[in-house]
Protein backbone atom coordinates (compact mmCIF):
# COMPACT_ATOMS: atom_id res chain seq x y z
CA UNK A 1 0.00 0.00 0.00
CA UNK A 2 1.44 3.27 -0.90
CA UNK A 3 2.23 5.63 2.11
CA UNK A 4 -0.16 8.04 1.73
CA UNK A 5 -2.93 5.59 1.31
CA UNK A 6 -1.64 3.96 4.70
CA UNK A 7 -1.66 7.25 6.59
CA UNK A 8 -5.61 8.08 5.09
CA UNK A 9 -6.58 4.40 6.24
CA UNK A 10 -4.84 5.15 9.71
CA UNK A 11 -6.97 8.59 9.54
CA UNK A 12 -10.21 7.11 8.98
CA UNK A 13 -10.00 4.43 11.70
CA UNK A 14 -9.05 6.99 13.61
CA UNK A 15 -12.12 9.14 12.98
CA UNK A 16 -14.25 5.90 13.74
CA UNK A 17 -13.75 6.87 17.36
CA UNK A 18 -15.98 8.92 19.40
CA UNK A 19 -13.75 11.75 20.07
CA UNK A 20 -15.96 14.75 21.56
CA UNK A 21 -15.67 17.43 19.09
CA UNK A 22 -12.77 20.05 19.07
CA UNK A 23 -14.66 23.23 21.14
CA UNK A 24 -15.68 26.01 19.20
CA UNK A 25 -15.36 29.17 19.91
CA UNK A 26 -17.76 31.63 18.45
CA UNK A 27 -19.52 35.33 19.23
CA UNK A 28 -23.00 34.79 20.36
CA UNK A 29 -25.32 37.44 21.49
CA UNK A 30 -25.07 37.00 25.29
CA UNK A 31 -27.53 38.63 28.23
CA UNK A 32 -24.94 41.29 30.06
CA UNK A 33 -25.70 41.85 33.52
CA UNK A 34 -27.05 45.76 32.32
CA UNK A 35 -29.87 44.11 31.12
CA UNK A 36 -29.16 44.14 27.39
CA UNK A 37 -27.73 41.39 24.48
CA UNK A 38 -24.36 42.13 23.93
CA UNK A 39 -21.86 40.10 21.53
CA UNK A 40 -19.64 37.43 23.49
CA UNK A 41 -17.13 34.82 22.99
CA UNK A 42 -18.64 31.45 23.96
CA UNK A 43 -17.24 28.32 23.50
CA UNK A 44 -19.37 25.78 22.03
CA UNK A 45 -18.41 22.08 23.26
CA UNK A 46 -20.67 20.02 21.37
CA UNK A 47 -21.04 21.26 17.27
CA UNK A 48 -19.37 18.84 15.08
CA UNK A 49 -20.13 21.14 12.53
CA UNK A 50 -20.39 25.16 12.99
CA UNK A 51 -20.79 25.24 9.03
CA UNK A 52 -24.26 23.75 9.36
CA UNK A 53 -24.39 23.98 12.61
CA UNK A 54 -25.21 20.40 13.49
CA UNK A 55 -23.91 18.53 16.66
CA UNK A 56 -24.53 16.06 19.69
CA UNK A 57 -27.07 18.74 21.66
CA UNK A 58 -29.28 20.12 18.02
CA UNK A 59 -29.68 20.09 14.71
CA UNK A 60 -30.54 23.66 12.72
CA UNK A 61 -32.93 23.05 10.09
CA UNK A 62 -34.06 25.93 7.03
CA UNK A 63 -36.65 25.89 5.12
CA UNK A 64 -39.16 23.36 6.61
CA UNK A 65 -42.75 23.18 5.94
CA UNK A 66 -44.97 21.56 8.86
CA UNK A 67 -48.93 21.57 8.47
CA UNK A 68 -51.44 20.49 11.19
CA UNK A 69 -55.01 20.27 9.41
CA UNK A 70 -57.40 17.97 10.68
CA UNK A 71 -58.56 17.99 7.70
CA UNK A 72 -55.69 16.74 5.37
CA UNK A 73 -56.36 13.14 4.03
CA UNK A 74 -52.43 11.98 4.74
CA UNK A 75 -52.93 13.06 8.44
CA UNK A 76 -56.22 11.05 8.87
CA UNK A 77 -54.96 8.24 7.30
CA UNK A 78 -52.03 8.07 9.71
CA UNK A 79 -52.17 4.70 11.72
CA UNK A 80 -49.10 5.17 13.65
CA UNK A 81 -47.44 7.77 15.29
CA UNK A 82 -44.55 7.54 12.68
CA UNK A 83 -46.68 7.96 10.10
CA UNK A 84 -48.44 11.08 11.57
CA UNK A 85 -45.53 12.84 11.72
CA UNK A 86 -44.52 12.18 8.66
CA UNK A 87 -48.24 13.83 7.23
CA UNK A 88 -47.29 16.60 9.41
CA UNK A 89 -43.64 17.64 7.95
CA UNK A 90 -44.57 18.50 4.44
CA UNK A 91 -40.81 19.54 3.58
CA UNK A 92 -38.35 18.55 6.39
CA UNK A 93 -35.77 21.32 5.09
CA UNK A 94 -32.12 21.38 5.19
CA UNK A 95 -28.81 22.31 7.39
CA UNK A 96 -28.90 26.28 7.90
CA UNK A 97 -25.98 27.85 5.97
CA UNK A 98 -24.42 29.84 8.42
CA UNK A 99 -21.82 32.66 7.46
CA UNK A 100 -18.84 33.42 9.68
CA UNK A 101 -15.58 35.60 9.41
CA UNK A 102 -12.80 34.01 11.40
CA UNK A 103 -10.90 36.47 13.34
CA UNK A 104 -7.83 34.70 15.76
CA UNK A 105 -9.96 31.12 15.50
CA UNK A 106 -12.88 32.82 17.03
CA UNK A 107 -15.92 32.57 14.31
CA UNK A 108 -17.71 36.00 14.17
CA UNK A 109 -21.24 35.39 12.84
CA UNK A 110 -21.40 37.65 9.18
CA UNK A 111 -25.35 38.42 9.31
CA UNK A 112 -28.51 38.66 11.47
CA UNK A 113 -29.22 35.04 11.07
CA UNK A 114 -25.89 33.93 11.64
CA UNK A 115 -25.87 35.51 15.18
CA UNK A 116 -29.68 33.96 15.89
CA UNK A 117 -28.80 30.77 14.91
CA UNK A 118 -25.36 30.61 16.71
CA UNK A 119 -27.09 32.24 20.05
CA UNK A 120 -30.11 29.73 19.71
CA UNK A 121 -27.59 26.58 19.26
CA UNK A 122 -25.65 28.15 21.75
CA UNK A 123 -28.91 28.55 24.26
CA UNK A 124 -29.71 24.62 23.65
CA UNK A 125 -26.42 23.44 24.67
CA UNK A 126 -26.65 25.84 28.02
CA UNK A 127 -30.24 23.74 28.74
CA UNK A 128 -28.85 20.48 28.01
CA UNK A 129 -25.92 21.01 29.95
CA UNK A 130 -28.64 21.88 32.77
CA UNK A 131 -30.27 19.20 32.99
CA UNK A 132 -27.25 16.88 32.16
CA UNK A 133 -25.03 18.01 35.42
CA UNK A 134 -28.09 19.61 37.58
CA UNK A 135 -30.52 17.30 36.45
CA UNK A 136 -28.82 14.38 36.15
CA UNK A 137 -29.90 12.80 33.13
CA UNK A 138 -27.08 10.95 31.00
CA UNK A 139 -27.05 12.37 27.55
CA UNK A 140 -27.92 9.41 26.11
CA UNK A 141 -31.32 9.82 27.63
CA UNK A 142 -32.11 12.60 25.58
CA UNK A 143 -32.51 10.87 21.96
CA UNK A 144 -29.40 11.84 20.48
CA UNK A 145 -29.37 15.79 18.99
CA UNK A 146 -33.17 17.35 18.50
CA UNK A 147 -34.51 18.49 15.67
CA UNK A 148 -34.64 22.50 15.62
CA UNK A 149 -36.50 23.73 12.56
CA UNK A 150 -35.68 27.18 12.04
CA UNK A 151 -37.93 29.88 10.86
CA UNK A 152 -39.83 27.26 8.94
CA UNK A 153 -43.21 27.76 7.82
CA UNK A 154 -45.63 26.07 10.68
CA UNK A 155 -49.40 26.65 10.43
CA UNK A 156 -51.65 24.93 12.87
CA UNK A 157 -54.59 25.56 10.33
CA UNK A 158 -57.11 24.44 12.89
CA UNK A 159 -56.35 27.87 14.90
CA UNK A 160 -55.33 29.79 11.80
CA UNK A 161 -54.85 29.72 8.04
CA UNK A 162 -51.18 31.96 8.87
CA UNK A 163 -48.37 30.45 9.56
CA UNK A 164 -47.01 30.92 12.69
CA UNK A 165 -45.19 34.13 13.81
CA UNK A 166 -42.75 35.27 16.80
CA UNK A 167 -42.64 32.05 18.84
CA UNK A 168 -40.37 28.97 20.00
CA UNK A 169 -41.77 25.70 20.78
CA UNK A 170 -41.40 22.36 21.23
CA UNK A 171 -44.12 20.37 18.89
CA UNK A 172 -44.36 16.44 20.41
CA UNK A 173 -45.92 15.12 17.52
CA UNK A 174 -42.78 16.01 15.49
CA UNK A 175 -41.19 15.52 18.48
CA UNK A 176 -38.63 19.29 17.71
CA UNK A 177 -38.55 22.74 18.01
CA UNK A 178 -39.61 25.71 15.87
CA UNK A 179 -37.97 28.91 16.48
CA UNK A 180 -40.54 30.71 13.97
CA UNK A 181 -40.21 34.29 11.91
CA UNK A 182 -40.78 36.89 13.95
CA UNK A 183 -42.94 39.79 12.72
CA UNK A 184 -44.49 41.99 15.74
CA UNK A 185 -42.53 41.44 18.56
CA UNK A 186 -40.25 44.11 19.43
CA UNK A 187 -37.79 42.75 21.87
CA UNK A 188 -35.18 40.21 21.81
CA UNK A 189 -35.91 37.31 19.45
CA UNK A 190 -36.99 34.30 21.57
CA UNK A 191 -34.14 32.21 20.18
CA UNK A 192 -31.61 34.84 21.79
CA UNK A 193 -33.53 34.51 24.94
CA UNK A 194 -32.29 31.59 27.13
CA UNK A 195 -34.45 31.48 29.83
CA UNK A 196 -36.98 31.41 27.14
CA UNK A 197 -35.11 28.31 24.99
CA UNK A 198 -34.23 26.48 28.23
CA UNK A 199 -38.04 26.65 29.38
CA UNK A 200 -39.05 25.45 25.73
CA UNK A 201 -35.64 22.65 26.22
CA UNK A 202 -38.03 21.97 29.48
CA UNK A 203 -40.59 20.48 27.47
CA UNK A 204 -38.46 17.61 25.44
CA UNK A 205 -37.41 16.35 28.87
CA UNK A 206 -40.63 16.67 30.15
CA UNK A 207 -42.18 14.33 27.04
CA UNK A 208 -39.01 12.41 27.15
CA UNK A 209 -39.31 11.39 30.97
CA UNK A 210 -43.13 11.61 31.84
CA UNK A 211 -44.54 10.58 28.61
CA UNK A 212 -41.73 7.80 27.02
CA UNK A 213 -41.89 9.88 24.16
CA UNK A 214 -44.38 10.18 22.66
CA UNK A 215 -45.80 12.31 20.01
CA UNK A 216 -49.71 12.24 21.16
CA UNK A 217 -48.99 11.40 25.19
CA UNK A 218 -51.31 9.13 26.68
CA UNK A 219 -52.73 10.88 29.39
CA UNK A 220 -53.51 14.24 26.82
CA UNK A 221 -55.01 11.84 24.23
CA UNK A 222 -57.37 9.41 26.48
CA UNK A 223 -57.92 12.27 29.55
CA UNK A 224 -58.06 15.39 27.24
CA UNK A 225 -61.12 13.84 25.05
CA UNK A 226 -63.38 13.21 28.36
CA UNK A 227 -65.58 15.66 29.28
CA UNK A 228 -64.30 17.19 32.27
CA UNK A 229 -60.50 16.45 32.26
CA UNK A 230 -58.92 17.31 35.69
CA UNK A 231 -56.26 15.09 35.18
CA UNK A 232 -54.85 16.60 31.60
CA UNK A 233 -55.45 20.23 33.04
CA UNK A 234 -53.10 19.40 35.63
CA UNK A 235 -50.49 17.74 33.47
CA UNK A 236 -50.39 20.68 31.19
CA UNK A 237 -49.76 22.97 34.12
CA UNK A 238 -47.21 20.71 35.57
CA UNK A 239 -45.53 20.75 32.42
CA UNK A 240 -45.56 24.78 31.89
CA UNK A 241 -44.84 25.04 35.84
CA UNK A 242 -42.02 22.80 36.17
CA UNK A 243 -40.50 24.15 32.31
CA UNK A 244 -40.56 28.01 34.12
CA UNK A 245 -38.93 26.73 37.28
CA UNK A 246 -36.03 24.75 35.07
CA UNK A 247 -35.91 27.64 32.49
CA UNK A 248 -34.80 30.41 35.73
CA UNK A 249 -32.76 27.38 36.55
CA UNK A 250 -30.78 27.59 33.66
CA UNK A 251 -30.08 31.36 34.27
CA UNK A 252 -28.29 30.72 37.30
CA UNK A 253 -25.61 28.81 35.22
CA UNK A 254 -24.67 31.92 33.42
CA UNK A 255 -21.88 34.64 34.43
CA UNK A 256 -24.83 36.88 35.41
CA UNK A 257 -26.67 35.10 37.66
CA UNK A 258 -30.42 34.38 38.42
CA UNK A 259 -32.77 35.70 36.57
CA UNK A 260 -35.98 35.61 37.98
CA UNK A 261 -38.09 37.29 35.20
CA UNK A 262 -36.43 35.57 32.03
CA UNK A 263 -39.19 36.86 30.24
CA UNK A 264 -38.48 40.27 30.64
CA UNK A 265 -36.34 41.13 27.60
CA UNK A 266 -38.77 39.50 24.81
CA UNK A 267 -42.00 40.20 26.16
CA UNK A 268 -44.56 43.13 27.85
CA UNK A 269 -44.54 44.14 31.69
CA UNK A 270 -48.17 42.13 31.97
CA UNK A 271 -46.60 38.94 30.57
CA UNK A 272 -43.29 39.30 32.61
CA UNK A 273 -45.10 39.67 35.89
CA UNK A 274 -47.64 37.24 35.36
CA UNK A 275 -44.74 34.67 35.18
CA UNK A 276 -42.26 36.46 37.42
CA UNK A 277 -41.03 33.59 39.67
CA UNK A 278 -40.45 35.44 42.79
CA UNK A 279 -43.65 36.78 43.40
CA UNK A 280 -44.76 35.29 46.83
CA UNK A 281 -48.55 35.61 46.74
CA UNK A 282 -49.71 33.37 43.88
CA UNK A 283 -52.90 31.93 44.97
CA UNK A 284 -54.87 29.09 43.31
CA UNK A 285 -58.70 30.54 43.50
CA UNK A 286 -62.00 29.25 42.94
CA UNK A 287 -62.34 30.08 39.31
CA UNK A 288 -59.28 28.43 38.78
CA UNK A 289 -59.47 25.64 41.01
CA UNK A 290 -62.77 25.01 39.02
CA UNK A 291 -61.43 25.16 35.79
CA UNK A 292 -59.06 22.85 36.32
CA UNK A 293 -61.15 20.48 38.00
CA UNK A 294 -64.13 20.89 35.55
CA UNK A 295 -62.81 22.46 32.57
CA UNK A 296 -62.00 20.20 29.23
CA UNK A 297 -58.56 20.31 27.83
CA UNK A 298 -59.32 22.51 24.70
CA UNK A 299 -61.76 25.49 27.15
CA UNK A 300 -58.58 25.00 30.39
CA UNK A 301 -55.64 25.49 27.43
CA UNK A 302 -58.47 27.87 25.28
CA UNK A 303 -57.57 30.24 28.15
CA UNK A 304 -53.89 29.49 29.03
CA UNK A 305 -54.90 28.23 32.57
CA UNK A 306 -52.13 26.36 32.24
CA UNK A 307 -49.78 29.00 32.84
CA UNK A 308 -51.63 30.16 35.62
CA UNK A 309 -51.78 27.05 37.27
CA UNK A 310 -47.76 26.37 36.30
CA UNK A 311 -46.82 30.06 37.49
CA UNK A 312 -48.16 29.60 40.78
CA UNK A 313 -46.19 25.92 41.26
CA UNK A 314 -43.08 27.23 40.04
CA UNK A 315 -43.64 30.21 42.37
CA UNK A 316 -44.19 28.03 45.49
CA UNK A 317 -40.79 25.85 44.03
CA UNK A 318 -38.92 29.16 44.06
CA UNK A 319 -39.77 29.70 47.35
CA UNK A 320 -39.27 27.06 49.16
CA UNK A 321 -36.03 26.68 47.14
CA UNK A 322 -34.75 29.63 47.79
CA UNK A 323 -35.72 29.70 51.32
CA UNK A 324 -33.63 26.47 52.02
CA UNK A 325 -30.56 27.39 49.94
CA UNK A 326 -30.94 24.38 48.03
CA UNK A 327 -32.44 25.28 44.91
CA UNK A 328 -30.35 22.71 42.86
CA UNK A 329 -31.23 19.85 45.18
CA UNK A 330 -34.81 20.49 44.43
CA UNK A 331 -34.02 21.07 40.76
CA UNK A 332 -32.65 17.63 40.74
CA UNK A 333 -35.21 16.25 42.69
CA UNK A 334 -38.09 17.49 40.33
CA UNK A 335 -36.83 15.88 37.44
CA UNK A 336 -36.02 12.20 39.25
CA UNK A 337 -39.61 12.37 39.97
CA UNK A 338 -40.66 12.59 36.43
CA UNK A 339 -40.17 8.52 35.85
CA UNK A 340 -38.72 6.25 38.30
CA UNK A 341 -38.73 2.90 37.61
CA UNK A 342 -37.75 1.92 41.21
CA UNK A 343 -40.91 0.01 41.46
CA UNK A 344 -40.92 1.35 45.08
CA UNK A 345 -40.95 5.12 44.51
CA UNK A 346 -43.50 5.89 41.73
CA UNK A 347 -42.51 8.76 39.29
CA UNK A 348 -44.66 11.05 37.43
CA UNK A 349 -45.03 8.70 34.39
CA UNK A 350 -45.76 5.57 37.01
CA UNK A 351 -48.35 7.63 37.89
CA UNK A 352 -49.85 8.50 35.12
CA UNK A 353 -49.73 4.84 34.27
CA UNK A 354 -51.68 3.83 37.00
CA UNK A 355 -54.14 6.57 36.97
CA UNK A 356 -54.97 5.89 32.91
CA UNK A 357 -58.03 4.66 33.31
CA UNK A 358 -59.23 7.10 36.00
CA UNK A 359 -57.56 10.81 35.99
CA UNK A 360 -59.36 11.66 39.12
CA UNK A 361 -56.66 9.20 40.33
CA UNK A 362 -53.73 12.29 39.01
CA UNK A 363 -54.53 15.21 40.92
CA UNK A 364 -52.85 17.58 42.96
CA UNK A 365 -52.78 15.35 46.25
CA UNK A 366 -50.95 12.46 44.42
CA UNK A 367 -48.70 14.69 42.56
CA UNK A 368 -47.59 15.98 45.09
CA UNK A 369 -46.76 12.89 47.04
CA UNK A 370 -44.94 11.95 44.15
CA UNK A 371 -42.35 14.69 44.32
CA UNK A 372 -41.98 15.33 47.92
CA UNK A 373 -41.53 11.50 47.87
CA UNK A 374 -38.21 12.13 45.59
CA UNK A 375 -37.05 14.89 47.65
CA UNK A 376 -34.54 13.49 50.93
CA UNK A 377 -33.88 16.48 52.89
CA UNK A 378 -36.46 17.14 55.85
CA UNK A 379 -36.29 20.74 55.75
CA UNK A 380 -36.41 20.93 51.84
CA UNK A 381 -39.65 18.28 52.04
CA UNK A 382 -41.24 20.43 54.79
CA UNK A 383 -40.48 23.46 52.85
CA UNK A 384 -41.95 22.54 49.52
CA UNK A 385 -45.02 20.55 51.18
CA UNK A 386 -45.97 23.81 52.85
CA UNK A 387 -45.78 25.92 49.97
CA UNK A 388 -47.73 23.85 47.56
CA UNK A 389 -50.56 23.47 50.41
CA UNK A 390 -50.33 27.00 50.88
CA UNK A 391 -50.43 27.87 47.25
CA UNK A 392 -52.09 25.25 45.26
CA UNK A 393 -55.14 25.27 48.27
CA UNK A 394 -54.43 21.65 49.18
CA UNK A 395 -56.08 20.39 52.31
CA UNK A 396 -53.22 19.59 54.61
CA UNK A 397 -54.99 16.93 55.86
CA UNK A 398 -54.05 15.02 52.98
CA UNK A 399 -50.32 15.36 52.77
CA UNK A 400 -49.57 15.57 56.64
CA UNK A 401 -49.84 12.71 59.13
CA UNK A 402 -48.64 8.73 60.04
CA UNK A 403 -48.42 7.33 56.55
CA UNK A 404 -48.73 10.32 54.60
CA UNK A 405 -45.44 11.66 52.29
CA UNK A 406 -45.13 15.13 54.48
CA UNK A 407 -43.18 15.56 57.49
CA UNK A 408 -45.35 16.06 60.73
CA UNK A 409 -43.28 19.37 60.98
CA UNK A 410 -45.31 20.68 57.50
CA UNK A 411 -48.31 23.32 58.04
CA UNK A 412 -49.05 25.20 55.13
CA UNK A 413 -48.49 27.87 55.14
CA UNK A 414 -50.80 31.24 55.14
CA UNK A 415 -50.05 33.52 52.32
CA UNK A 416 -52.97 32.27 50.28
CA UNK A 417 -56.54 32.57 52.64
CA UNK A 418 -57.70 29.14 52.63
CA UNK A 419 -60.42 28.05 49.88
CA UNK A 420 -63.75 26.91 51.38
ZN1 LIG B 1 -44.20 26.16 27.67
Known sequence: ???????????????????????????????????????????????????????????????????????????????????????????????????????????????FHTWN??????????????????????????????????????????????????????????????????????RAPLAINSGIMAHEYSHLVFNRKVYGGARLPAPIVLWGSAGASPGANLVKSLDEGFADYHGFGVTCESTTGCDKIFLSTSFDERVTADRDLSKNDRCMDIFLRDQLNNATLSAFSGQGLEYKVGSILASALYQAGESTGQRKVLQRAIISAYSDQSGTNPGLQQLITLSLNDQLKFNLVSVTAVLVNHITDVPLKTAVC???????????????????????????????????
Open 117 to 186: IVTAYYNFERANAYFNTVGNIPQADFGGPATVYYFPEFVLRDSSPEALKDNALFFAPTQSFMVVPFDELQ
Open 1 to 111: MHRIAIVAALVLLAACEPVPPDPVRVRALVLSSNGSYVTQEVTLTTVTDPFRMEGSVANLLGGARIISDSQDPEIQAAQTEEQLANALIKSKGRPVSPNFIEQEGVLWPAD
Open 386 to 420: NELIDHLQIPAAELVGPGKPCPSAAQGGNTCPRLP
